[in-house]
């Protein structure tokens, strides 16, 4: 075979298989992913549903190329026990659709629902949002509203959460995650208060993330003790995150 020959073979096969090779691993229409969490608080908009003790947790994520997405997301608690109620668990359902308006700008929108099983008192803790974020470059806004009451508080229905936070990728990665974000509970106006804190994340391959966040809030004049505990002192939270 001449030299000319052999490099026209070669030059086929190898057209060949990167064809092969590109109708053999098509993007998938969707993706289906999986966490599990364990921290030292759970801190839910700066107030611990742990009584400041460690909490466990897991979610599934069905996200589809069009946008839409589907989750879930359950963890350990106990402000209900506290509040005289049996429920131990957390558990979160939630869908919406992402989309941008351009490379800088996206947006989101769903509905979200908190549900405590067995919770037994009323009013009911089950909570339901409807929420929308704009994110632009690193920085996100986001409004989240009630559509029943909020987390048990009597006539407490229309109440809103406001936040903004931001995620600033500092390489090898570290990032950083500054928030504020402020609860207004319809009805129930000594109810609300504001939170800040302040993440910093590692990610240390193969899925697993770690963090330590100082959080707080101004809502210590209302929350009293818990079982000796503040529920809304400043603390610092670590978790350690898998993703898969």
Request: hydrophobic share 40%; glycine share 10%; charged share 10%.
């Given at each position: 075979?001449?030299?000319?020959?052999?490099?026209?073979?070669?030059?086929?096969?190898?057209?060949?298989?990167?064809?092969?090779?590109q109708a053999k691993a098509p993007a998938p229409d969707y993706t289906l992913s999986f966490n599990a969490a364990a921290t030292t608080?759970?801190?839910?908009?700066?107030?611990?549903q742990s009584r400041v003790k460690p909490a466990l947790s897991a979610g599934a994520d069905f996200a589809h190329?069009?946008?839409?997405?589907?989750?879930?997301w359950g963890s350990s608690i106990k402000w209900l026990k506290d509040a005289g109620a049996d429920?131990?668990?957390e558990i979160d359902v939630y869908g919406g659709y992402k989309g941008s308006i351009n490379k800088d700008i996206g947006y989101d929108v769903g509905l979200l629902t908190y549900i405590y099983p067995s919770h037994g008192v009323t009013p009911?803790?089950?909570?339901?949002?409807?929420?929308?974020?704009?994110?632009?470059?690193?920085?996100?806004?986001?409004?989240?509203?009630?559509?029943t009451n909020?987390?048990?508080?009597?006539?407490?229905?229309?109440?809103?959460?406001?936040?903004?936070?931001?995620?600033?990728?500092?390489?090898?990665?570290?990032?950083?995650v500054p928030h504020l974000g402020h609860?207004?509970?319809?009805?129930?106006?000594?109810?609300?208060?504001?939170?800040?804190?302040?993440?910093?994340?590692k990610d240390l391959g193969n899925g697993l993330v770690?963090?330590?966040?100082?959080?707080?809030?101004?809502?210590?004049?209302y929350l009293s003790p818990v079982n000796g505990k503040d529920l809304g002192k400043d603390g610092f939270v670590l978790t350690a995150k898998y993703n898969f």
């Open positions: 075979m001449k030299l000319s020959q052999i490099t026209l073979a070669t030059l086929l096969c190898a057209v060949s298989a990167g064809a092969f090779a608080d759970y801190r839910y908009r700066g107030i611990s190329n069009s946008g839409f997405y589907l989750g879930v429920a131990s668990v009911s803790p089950n909570t339901t949002e409807l929420y929308g974020a704009v994110t632009i470059g690193p920085v996100t806004a986001k409004y989240s509203h009630s559509t909020l987390f048990g508080f009597a006539n407490s229905k229309s109440s809103g959460y406001l936040d903004l936070s931001a995620s600033f990728d500092l390489g090898s990665g570290w990032s950083i609860q207004r509970v319809a009805k129930n106006s000594p109810a609300s208060y504001t939170d800040y804190s302040l993440t910093v994340n770690l963090s330590g966040a100082l959080v707080g809030t101004d809502a210590k004049g």
